[in-house]
């Protein structure tokens, strides 16, 4: 932590999976809420680094007061308002949201899937889709079938094609849209924290009264199905196909269209044995 001059500055440096972040904020109360995650939750991985300059991302946090007297709070990233929000939990999220997905464009040693992510008898369980696809949902049941918890947003995968952890609390959505944080922990599910090799790629979409049929895919198009939702894909080929690949050649792909969560993840675990005898 340093405080700056020209009036009340406090800035906090880190790294989460080689990316630096700087973040500044315009009170000490302000600033002392990023060491507490129920009101500002830094990046998942993060760790204390030294100021890195102009190749940091930059993050400014700023108290205002509204017409009834009662504070806001300002998000900026560099010099673009983020958001303008009236609670600490707000400015976390809106902090979060935007670093995770810069986080997941610039790590220079591992490749950002959108995906959710179990880990099952010493292997990954890599579930591809993007927002709103039910990745929660089905990560969710995983766990309380007795699956470790390694991700319900990104799988993290590093050049070996294995998933790293990127176990923040579990994002539940309600039946009115708003979303709850549920740590693994409160489902009675253990986290991961030692990197997996991809067993499975399941890939679903759901639709209501679908009966699980699955069918095998080829290498191909397994690799398409995480291309499609890998956040640097088309912006650095050089670097997220070499890992794909990776991820994909010691794995099996599965695809179709599923129902409830539940009765999909029971129809996968009677097939365990078959599946992970095939890798």
């Not at 995650?37 to 108290?63: R, V």
């Not at 670093?99 to 099952?120: K, N, Q, S, T």
């Not at 695809?255 to 129809?267: D, H, K, M, Q, S």
Request: net charge neutral; hydrophobic share 45%.
């Amino acid at each position: 932590m340093r405080q700056l001059g020209h009036g009340p500055r406090f800035e906090r440096d880190f790294v989460v999976y080689g990316v630096r972040i700087t973040v500044r904020a315009d009170c000490r109360a302000l600033f002392d809420a990023l060491d507490d995650p129920a009101q500002i939750p830094l990046p998942f991985g993060w760790h204390p680094g030294d100021h890195h300059g102009l190749n940091a991302l930059h993050y400014e946090l700023l108290t205002c007061a509204t017409s009834e007297a009662t504070p806001s709070y300002r998000v900026l990233a560099g010099t673009s308002q983020l958001a303008e929000v009236r609670s600490l939990t707000e400015v976390g999220t809106v902090l979060g949201a935007h670093a995770d997905l810069c986080i997941a464009e610039r790590a220079p040693e591992h490749l950002f899937v959108h995906a959710g992510v179990v880990g099952w008898e010493g292997r990954a369980i890599v579930m591809p889709g993007a927002s709103f696809a039910g990745k929660t949902t089905l990560v969710r049941a995983w766990l309380e079938a007795g699956a470790t918890y390694y991700s319900d947003e990104f799988a993290v995968l590093d050049r070996a094609g294995c998933v790293h952890p990127f176990a923040r609390p579990l994002a539940v959505r309600d039946g009115i849209g708003a979303t709850r944080q549920v740590p693994a922990a409160t489902l009675g599910a253990e986290t991961g924290s030692a990197p997996l090799p991809v067993g499975l790629i399941l890939v679903t979409s759901y639709r209501a009264g679908a009966h699980w049929r699955p069918r095998s895919l080829t290498a191909g198009p397994t690799l398409l199905a995480l291309m499609r939702n890998t956040v640097a894909a088309r912006g650095n080929p050089e670097h997220s196909m070499p890992i794909l690949k990776q991820a994909v050649s010691g794995s099996l792909g599965v695809a179709g269209v599923r129902g409830e969560a539940r009765p999909l993840i029971a129809a996968v675990l009677g097939h365990r044995r078959l599946l992970m005898s095939e890798l």
